[in-house]
């Protein structure tokens, strides 16, 4: 694998409004915290998508293998009374 | 010249800066050191456009004869742009573009916070739109002048050279054209004796935290507010102007 010279890698997370889940964008390259932000902000939010960023050193983050997704998500596939599909739901409740 | 010419030829100054900065922040298009940095300078070019749009229909308005923001930008001769000189100047390397940006959103930032209580209602409103935009790239230029000035020998000694080649230009940011002088007088214009002693405290600190010098003022290059540009002028026009000159009036 090609070794990557354009400074370290980080991923980006956007907010699209107040109180929403922070989705993940994609990712830029930074050499330092200020330079991802405002990378982040140029690459991802010019067309005003987002109202909030969190950028994080892609090497901060944990993945899964996917050689154990056979141990890890497996198990939850024939167990249908873990999902909450049984109860009737209220009328007026929005965005459950 | 009276009032309204006056008014036209402070717009058309305005958005001729505007113009020019995003024609040579265009060129770092494919040409920037990353391609997050690619991405940042064509949108600052981007902001730069679409300020230069607003303030040359603006200006056309004021003129009174029918020209549009296209009519102004595409097919004015040299001589009729009052653009700063600063603006023009060749790129040169990424060191020289961000002093140059640092010089002149800082400049712009604090032009355009005074612009906002213009007694020019449609002068005011491109200035609280600008403002928004001009802390932005205020704070990138700053943020590289920093991480350059302060990093290794090479970056310091290129940031160094920058700030000093550009220093005689950026006096002309602060002289008042006597053609626009009167403007003051009904608080359209703004006073940049307010906007230098603001530009010139951020900007010594923001050199000094960078471990750049800050240059002593010598000679003091001027020509724009007359018309007068450096020989770099003319090319920029001869690209940017080239499909009007050549195809008046097409169409697609």
Request: negative net charge; contains cysteine.
């Amino acid at each position: 694998m090609a070794t990557d010279s354009q400074f370290a890698l980080w991923e980006v997370f956007i907010q699209s409004k107040p109180g929403a889940n922070y989705i993940h964008a994609g990712s830029v390259h930074s050499s330092d915290k200020k330079m991802a932000l405002q990378n982040a902000r140029d690459t991802y939010t010019r067309r005003g998508e987002g109202t909030s960023i969190w950028v994080v050193p892609s090497d901060a983050i944990v993945a899964s293998n996917p050689d154990d997704n056979d141990m890890l998500f497996d198990p939850s596939n024939d167990k249908v009374y873990r999902h909450p599909t049984f109860y009737v739901m209220p009328g007026g409740a929005k965005a459950i | 010249m009276n009032q309204q010419q006056a008014l036209y030829k402070y717009c058309v100054g305005l958005g001729d800066d505007a113009l020019i900065q995003s024609y040579r922040l265009s060129e770092w298009c494919r040409n920037a050191p990353i391609l997050e940095e690619d991405l940042a300078l064509t949108n600052f070019a981007l902001d730069m456009t679409g300020r230069a749009q607003v303030l040359l229909s603006y200006a056309g308005k004021v003129e009174g004869a029918g020209r549009t923001d296209d009519d102004l930008a595409y097919r004015r001769a040299e001589r009729q742009f009052y653009n700063h000189l600063i603006m023009e100047l060749p790129n040169g390397d990424f060191a020289f573009t961000m002093a140059r940006l640092l010089f002149t959103a800082t400049y712009e930032y604090y032009f355009f916070t005074e612009l906002k209580n213009s007694a020019d209602h449609d002068l005011a409103a491109v200035a609280a739109k600008t403002v928004k935009e001009v802390k932005y790239h205020m704070a990138h230029a700053t943020d590289w002048v920093l991480r350059l000035g302060d990093g290794t020998e090479e970056s310091h000694n290129r940031m160094q050279k920058a700030v000093n080649e550009l220093w005689m230009y950026t006096h002309e940011l602060f002289a008042t054209d006597p053609d626009v002088a009167m403007l003051r007088d009904g608080n359209i214009a703004v006073d940049l004796a307010v906007v230098k002693s603001a530009w010139l405290q951020f900007i010594s600190r923001t050199l000094t935290e960078a471990t750049l010098a800050v240059p002593a003022d010598g000679y003091q290059q001027t020509g724009g507010a007359a018309g007068i540009h450096t020989e770099h002028m003319g090319h920029i026009l001869s690209e940017m102007q080239y499909l009007q000159r050549a195809y008046p009036d097409a169409t697609w």
